[in-house]
């Protein structure tokens, strides 16, 4: 301000404009201020203009903007709706979205993310009208998200991943696994790995009855931590015992039971239902009783591991091949009573096997005395029924009637 002050008050210079026939002279301070006034109108008058042309394009874009934003709130409204169990207003909401994206493409707009709004869009509808039961419905969204996410570039592959896997876990839904084993194996075979394509897969693989798949994926699961220990440890067991149901023969059994890895066969209940199951088939007990090994080691060193029923099952199989024992298990099976005396399982096992083997008298002995202790209904009664066997062996009506009696009063156990 000091500097325009002194410039402006020490400066004498005029200028003259000749306009014929007149002469006019004017400061020097005045042009310059008429020329820094005549600039400052010249601007406003031009911004004037510029903003008065753009209205049209700002009333656009502010009519753009109102649509994309409700296109966003319709997405996410039809999300809450669909969460909340209120799927018809989610399908309403999802073809609002729909809606308002066909506006704004017929408005010549380019959304970023236009495809994958059409996608999800499309699956937010399908999912409402999958839960409405409306499959047809279901299925032309279904067809038009696919169609959209298989269309390259600006869409990211877990789109149509995620689709897919959609529409794998809506075949599960419709009781239909051929389709969703279809609909998985379309997929990459890194995404087929995933936690959740495995568990879709393990679901389509028991409907479709195919046991050894089912195995196969849980234990891919189990090797993913996708269930916990003891989960993982109930559905693998489970299906090794329906894998082994499934042999109708003793070939089949064979088969299936080296399918099985090794700690597999070392579970206490598939082992023995596989010898069930060997003597169900009439086939090679000796190979059951292999079978059988690891499960009666166990059972001679921690007794504490094996449930009371599991006892009774694996002295059950044991049982069915007492005709054909060799000598090995049959000091197996007299070092394990020796070792617990009291275990009326045991005692029952031992003298069913001294009675196999014609020792009248030990077998007695030893069945009396599980007769007295077993709470297990089938082998008391297979117990009394020995006994009355060898008493009619005997000829000794008296203790035979006895022993019927006993056999027959099972409720009293």
Not at 254 to 282: N, S, T
Not at 342 to 360: E, H, I, P, S, V
Request: net charge positive; hydrophobic share 50%.
């Amino acid at each position: 301000a000091a500097a325009v002050a002194l410039f402006a008050g020490n400066n004498q210079g005029t200028i003259t404009v000749f306009w014929p026939p007149w002469r006019v002279d004017l400061s020097l301070n005045l042009v310059l201020l008429l020329l820094a006034g005549t600039f400052v109108l010249l601007y406003a008058a031009l911004r004037a203009l510029a903003a008065l042309f753009s209205l049209p394009h700002q009333a656009r874009q502010w009519r753009v903007q109102q649509k994309e934003r409700a296109l966003h709130a319709a997405l996410l409204d039809a999300m809450v709706q669909l969460m909340a169990g209120r799927f018809s207003r989610a399908r309403r909401a999802a073809m609002a979205a729909l809606a308002q994206e066909r506006t704004l493409e017929a408005l010549d707009v380019e959304l970023p993310q236009a495809r994958q709004l059409r996608v999800l869009s499309h699956l937010l509808a399908a999912e409402s009208a999958q839960s409405l039961q409306d499959r047809a419905a279901r299925d032309a969204h279904l067809q038009q998200a696919l169609n959209e996410s298989a269309e390259r570039g600006g869409l990211s592959p877990e789109t149509r991943e995620g689709v897919q896997l959609r529409s794998a876990r809506w075949a599960l839904e419709d009781r239909d696994p051929a389709a969703a084993l279809a609909r998985l194996k379309e997929l990459p075979q890194g995404v087929q790995r995933r936690t959740l394509a495995l568990r879709l897969h393990l679901k389509a693989a028991r409907q479709e009855n195919r046991t050894l798949e089912a195995l196969q994926t849980a234990r891919l699961l189990a090797k993913h931590r996708a269930f916990s220990e003891s989960a993982a440890r109930s559905i693998v067991r489970g299906l090794a015992l329906e894998l082994l149901s499934g042999a109708h023969d003793a070939a089949q059994l064979v088969r299936a039971w080296d399918d099985l890895e090794p700690v597999e066969r070392q579970m206490p209940e598939v082992a023995i239902h596989a010898a069930q199951r060997m003597v169900a088939l009439q086939g090679d007990l000796a190979v059951a009783r292999g079978w059988l090994l690891p499960v009666w080691e166990r059972m001679a060193s921690r007794p504490e591991d094996l449930g009371a029923g599991l006892r009774v099952k694996l002295v059950l199989a044991l049982e069915a091949g007492l005709a054909s024992v060799d000598a090995d298990w049959l000091a197996r099976i007299e070092a394990a009573q020796r070792s617990d005396p009291r275990d009326a399982t045991l005692q029952y096992l031992a003298g069913m096997a001294c009675m196999k083997r014609q020792l009248w008298g030990k077998a007695q002995q030893l069945l009396s005395q599980a007769g007295t202790s077993l709470q297990d209904v089938t082998l008391y009664r297979r117990a009394w029924r020995a006994l009355a066997e060898l008493a009619e062996a005997r000829d000794d009506a008296l203790q035979a009637t006895a022993a019927w009696k006993r056999a027959a009063q099972i409720d009293d156990v």
